[in-house]
């Protein structure tokens, strides 16, 4: 078996395989060990979508986060840090109709005045979900590859086409022509997932989005949940460390592959906003920031399994639209059933990538 990609999806895959003790398996990632998405984002977790089939994968891959961080070799400390949405009149309809939708989950939250955080400058309304939290990415990412990296063949190289003949899958060429064969291969690239794809002359619609982060300097904890701004178009909160993390929603979706950087115009805009809302940190500034990519699909949900008129033994797990991160540990467990034992999880026929070709869409709006 070939996995292409060895961020936190394509190494939860090998993990779990390696657990079902299936080995001859090779990873083709073309930078290094979690050099995409998975390094660079924000690392929460959060049960509140705004479909039903996100809700419900988001209860089920939580609970497996949960267990999973007991057996890792590094501790990710998960904790619950809530997620607090600041409201203005045109969104407070919107989250009654998700807290009634939320309740029947059991993960309903509450409508609080914003002023009840002490810390906040904003009066007003806010709805506040205890239950989402932390966590952190590279202790996850790094646990599983300490476990297959010995075990497994990793290739540092650019998978440049999938080799396909007869309808069936044949093996990956490597940039320099190199071939690995194989009848199985697993497209874990992310952002680039798509691209592969388009070497086979198949439409899997999944494009790139580029974000950015900062991170300012430490100060005195303070802000536990993380708080979004719709209106300001801000995320933010506060790392145990005290610094205060998060990012900024462009106005227009950035579809186009660029350098990772970060813009002078979002970072400044950034410091402004949280000055205006959190009290006592006027003198505050950046340290640092980074981007990184989400990886989008028309609907803004992820893609996993195959589809009947690929080519025999091609799979994906990809497409998580900024909310990969925290389902990895469970999409690599259910892909591993998939693959090793034919044992097909419901979320296989959900999130498949036919729901396109089927214009059966997921009504997903709530991205962060």
Not at 206 to 220: A, V, W
Not at 303 to 311: L, R
Not at 321 to 335: D, E, K, L, Q, Y
Not at 355 to 367: A, H, P, T, W, Y
Request: a neutral charge; aromatic letters at 14%.
């Amino acid at each position: 078996m070939i996995i292409i990609g060895a961020g936190s999806h394509g190494l939860s895959l090998a993990y779990h395989l390696f657990k079902k003790d299936i080995s001859n398996i090779t990873i083709i990632e073309q930078k290094r060990i979690g050099y995409g998405s998975s390094g660079r984002n924000a690392s929460r977790y959060r049960y509140h979508f705004y479909s039903k089939d996100n809700i419900e994968f988001a209860i089920e891959g939580i609970k497996y986060l949960y267990k999973e961080a007991k057996d890792l070799e590094y501790n990710p400390l998960l904790y619950r840090t809530g997620y607090l949405w600041l409201l203005d009149d045109k969104y407070v309809e919107t989250f009654r109709k998700l807290d009634s939708l939320w309740e029947k989950y059991n993960i309903k939250g509450k409508f609080i005045n914003c002023n009840e955080f002490e810390y906040l400058k904003k009066d007003g309304l806010c709805y506040f979900a205890p239950q989402d939290g932390a966590f952190h990415h590279d202790y996850i990412n790094y646990s599983y590859y300490e476990k297959i990296r010995d075990k497994y063949n990793i290739i540092i190289s650019k998978a440049s086409k999938i080799h396909v003949e007869n309808n069936r899958i044949k093996g990956v060429i490597l940039e320099d022509g190199t071939e690995i064969k194989d009848d199985t291969v697993v497209v874990t690239a992310g952002a680039w997932s798509g691209e592969i794809f388009k070497t086979m002359n198949i439409n899997l619609p999944i494009y790139p989005d580029k974000k950015e982060i900062y991170i300012t300097e430490d100060i005195k904890f303070k802000i536990k949940p993380l708080i979004i701004d719709f209106n300001d178009r801000i995320y933010f909160s506060q790392t145990l460390k005290g610094e205060i993390i998060g990012g900024v929603e462009d106005e227009a979706e950035k579809t186009q592959f660029q350098h990772f950087s970060i813009s002078l115009q979002n970072t400044i805009h950034f410091l402004k906003s949280i000055r205006n809302l959190i009290k006592d940190i006027d003198g505050i500034g950046i340290m640092r920031g980074w981007s990184g990519y989400y990886e989008m699909t028309p609907d803004h949900s992820h893609v996993m399994g195959y589809s009947n008129s690929w080519p025999e033994g091609l799979y994906v797990d990809a497409g998580y639209s900024g909310h990969g991160m925290m389902f990895a540990p469970f999409s690599g467990h259910i892909m591993a059933d998939l693959i090793a034992d034919n044992r097909k999880s419901k979320f296989i026929d959900i999130f498949s990538p036919e729901r396109f070709q089927k214009k059966k869409l997921i009504d997903e709006k709530m991205v962060i």
